[in-house]
């Protein structure tokens, strides 16, 4: 059996890797392709590296166009997605990579967005540990017909954290993530600081000081982990690279843990999960080596001198950061095998 | 009047960058150029961006050829410099770029270095705040004649928190220190994971879980600002760039400290230093606007939140954080003006 | 039915791409994975972005290895092709990425390379025209049971002027190509001047003036679709990014050609063809757009003033201009659809 | 004595450049600092990396404002300049970085840009040969009080080839130019396609078949120099880098030329200029090499299979392209000694 998916947004780059993935998806079938003012112009124009879809027109971004299809993925800026999604059947599996339903505090929703809060929807990261029984998030998404994307850190930030603070390793307070990504995180609108001339040679802090907004989206997932309130800083920087989100995360970790047990409790972890990977000891991961996949890879150590344990993990920001967790999701939804269609290697050198 | 200078290291990233600043430099004549292994080429071979130092011919780096120069630079492998410096006269100013001298603790220097300790020079970052009246570093640099010169990442490190460890302002514990810098960093003996290829596109960390040799420094360094032990997190990340170091450092501040505060003993700090700048508020420093520059560029940020502060500062690892404050400290061991060929912009974009 | 593949240079870039291309191939199973030095190495700590092969231990490159499958990839230092296959069965698919086997001209060879001939084999680049009528070179290829890949310059070259010369509009004599390479077609062997630090920023040419091994082959096939011999200046050059060649090739127009009569040359040439693009007017080729993918992409112009017309072609030197060209010679050796496997769209951004 | 200079386009990469060389002039002071919408703000905020001007505020481009200075340069879009210097007394030395006064023939003006010609001011190459005599463009620029500085392409391009031409070795048909260019090139307005998740990792041509503006100012040059009508071919093309240009150039070489002739014309062309220096044979040069200096770096070879010569030249766009010629070219204007203020050495790695 094959769905059918519309997706929006498809001149921008969350849109474009949406497609991407989904040109190779065996159960899945493109149909409508909506972009707002591009309408009317072949994909080919705009995304000329989708070879197969080259000669696929853009529609608008209606309802109309929208409906009739099993999937809907909206890659549109904040706001736009809940009226929309109000109006496409419920049994439709609605997806979307913009932030509007991520968070279920209205108040974290206020201060971070400052606009009404759309409601929640449930949470596209299925590897997600969500208690400290080591329950998944994947189980609130089978089946599910409402799905909010991840944010493209908070995807890399939550992996990398989220066991320590459900095994009970870690303390909630002085929770520090530091994370670089590649500019396509920052979208295809064109602004000045993202001129290849500005951004070639140079990294750069932004939203320093706990103002990006993946910051309470960060610490609601690590809170869930936890049982208990955390607290982080967050700090993003931008990195001369299209692609690819390197975080470094690091948490104090509670009296007596070792080594051993913390290496322990993020190899069990992920010990059955094929897209995240704990890297063998001895090695570091590199954003080049996840390039175009939907795999994460994972490296930590404990920092006897500081009482901190340090976790690495690089994700590619349009793949498993965006994209590719979304179609990993819609296929929880669907009932198809979780990986399909996401098989693919990462690109590289 | 004129010094003479050596320069030994000369084919590597460390000495070129020496040489292109001295080439500037109105007070210093450059004299012998020393290298290892290419002893007997053309400097225009190794280093065709010097192009008035061309027709130079490197020396071999014995003592016969590094004495009878007012000034000498060394630009060695660890544990080198300790021999050269003891057949020199006491009179010559030798600044060494290596690590051999820069740590007080012997203690520290085992752990890291794994090797006998060779004794503590002068530190050569002249704006260091090295107590809490405010007293800075450079007045134990005036006529020196050994000079250690900082690791590049220990100086964005400690330009970016001393002021505020040494104003009160910060908690010893928990101070977090995550930095990218670009390739030069890592010199240019050829390696793998350095090669074009891998490099491009990528972010990837290394020496995690406080293993880095500029940890003990950093921490040296901050806690002689705070006047009580500073223990740090410090994680460095190669990133896709020839040079630069962009540093992001948080720490919790005391008890109600506001960011008036904060920003105020920044200020302060750095309002007579023309080579550190605080920017104005809503501006964030990037990599680019110090590359080729003496410069370092801080923000800071109170994360009411998190209550902790984040600094962010950029240098240029081979400029302010090798060959530019090495420079600088020779200029006052020599009783120049601390200045004197050091007034470069930036070259960006 | 499936056929399986032993894979040699496995630790190199051009036999990652191979396997990386393998492992989502249909109809071919991955074998042994050989190497030269890292053989009894995971694979993953080689190229960790292979995921599904991270677990395969790297093997000797022997024949005894390498035996025993239906086809064999070469990805081997020149000169060490012949004596491998000599031992290998006639019936299995033997495929050399080397340039060993791909000049017809013992001359050429010997003026080019140095050495002995080892002797032609069939020329995997099935778009080809090699006559005035048309024919391509997948003919050749159908059932072979030895291969010589293209070089990459070649192949892009070749797909830039071949239509031209096949129908006759072009003349023979000062035809110049200029060719910008990512840094992965130098290879994985560390060199000074492929270092990050050197390459990133930078743009510089080598094997200038007739110097490059590609020169006679791209002759050889121009000559063969022009029906006479074919001179040309050719001039490779070393871009800062990793992967991706951009071909500007250029010739004499003859006697009253115009720019629609070359433009329907090349539409007609490649209108059959999947993995060759002549683009939309106005549209011109960036090498990002074939990242990842077994695409060229073309666009030409007739430049009046000149007399000349030019045309510029873009393909990923590792997967059209390597891994993916040998895949699809494979395919057609092996009798399976041409395209199996190939289905790759670029990755961009 | 020290000469006044205003600065238009002073929030542009030209503009901004024209300021970092002149603020270590020696004779020249930096007056009023102009731009068209950011007047009003710091410099600092447009260009952070021009540490020494960050406090200069930014003027109105008026008359009023460029008036009663020594000097001034315009860095304006084309067709603006014209105007402006009609209102300047006719003794201040006024500096084009725009085309307006390059061309001239009206005739190519109006083919490539459509507009008015607003004639021909002295042409701000100096080292540029303008006959077979040997004579240089310098002599036209001493004490000239309207200049135009060359674009950046026909700077290199004229670079490698004048010398051939002017001692009558190279044919004048045929002659073909390929060009990769740093983004800066394109410079600061906002588009689509120079964005830096675009331009890294991607190489494009672009004004292919003659139609870029900057062919018919090679013609016009190489011509001049030949005593006769030279044509090329021009195909630029943009590099993932932010600066410098690699100019690949071709002729056919007259019958019986030998490589030592060849050779010989070149050295003895730039053996007197300390701007432009002819390698040593088996280097080739890297746009690196000159990043941040006034300097050309030049190599070539004979190809004698293709009966060519091939030139590469390597500049930075924004200096010797641009405000470093113009710096030299105001010097002479002035009676200033040529390299006053531009004795600045590559910034590499």
Chains 1, 2, 3, 4 share one sequence.
């Not at 809907?72 to 913009?98: K, M, N, R, W, Y």
């Not at 955390?230 to 975080?247: D, Q, Y």
């Not at 913390?262 to 999960?273: G, K, N, T």
Request: proline residues 6%; aromatic residues 4%; charged residues 15%.
């Amino acid at each position: 059996m094959t769905f059918s998916a519309a997706v929006s947004g498809a001149s921008g780059y969350a849109g474009g890797e949406v497609l991407r993935i989904l040109a190779g998806h065996p159960g899945i079938e493109i149909g409508a392709v909506g972009a707002h003012s591009n309408a009317g112009q072949r994909l080919g124009e705009l995304q000329p590296h989708l070879h197969s879809l080259a000669d696929r027109v853009l529609v608008d971004t209606t309802v109309e166009n929208l409906a009739g299809h099993d999937v809907v993925f909206l890659a549109l800026p904040h706001g736009a997605s809940a009226a929309i999604a109000a109006q496409l059947p419920p049994e439709t599996v609605v997806i979307d990579a913009g932030a509007d339903h991520r968070l279920e505090s209205a108040e974290d929703w206020d201060q971070f967005y400052g606009s009404a809060h759309a409601g929640t929807w449930p949470y596209g990261l299925p590897e997600l540990i969500v208690d400290g029984e080591g329950a998944r998030q994947r189980e609130q998404l089978r089946g599910a017909t409402r799905i909010a994307v991840p944010g493209c850190y908070p995807t890399s930030a939550l992996l990398a954290l989220a066991p320590g603070f459900a095994a009970g390793l870690l303390e909630p307070e002085d929770v520090v993530i530091v994370a670089a990504s590649g500019t396509s995180g920052a979208g295809r609108a064109v602004k000045p600081h993202l001129l290849g001339s500005e951004v070639m040679g140079s990294m750069a802090p932004y939203g320093v000081g706990g103002a990006h907004r993946h910051t309470p989206e960060i610490e609601q997932g690590l809170s869930r982990a936890a049982g208990e309130r955390v607290r982080i800083s967050f700090t993003p920087t931008l990195a001369p690279m299209p692609r690819g989100i390197l975080t470094t995360a690091t948490a104090r970790v509670a009296e007596g843990v070792t080594a051993d047990r913390l290496r322990e409790a993020w190899l069990s972890a992920y010990a059955a999960e094929q897209f995240v990977t704990v890297l063998p000891e001895g090695t570091w991961p590199a954003t080049k080596s996840v390039a175009g996949s939907n795999h994460a890879q994972l490296q930590l150590a404990l920092d006897p001198r500081a009482g901190r344990v340090v976790v690495t993990c690089v994700i590619d920001n349009l793949v498993k950061g965006t994209a590719g967790g979304a179609v990993q999701s819609v296929n929880l939804a669907l009932g198809l095998p979780e990986d399909t269609g996401l098989n693919l290697q990462g690109v590289a050198p």
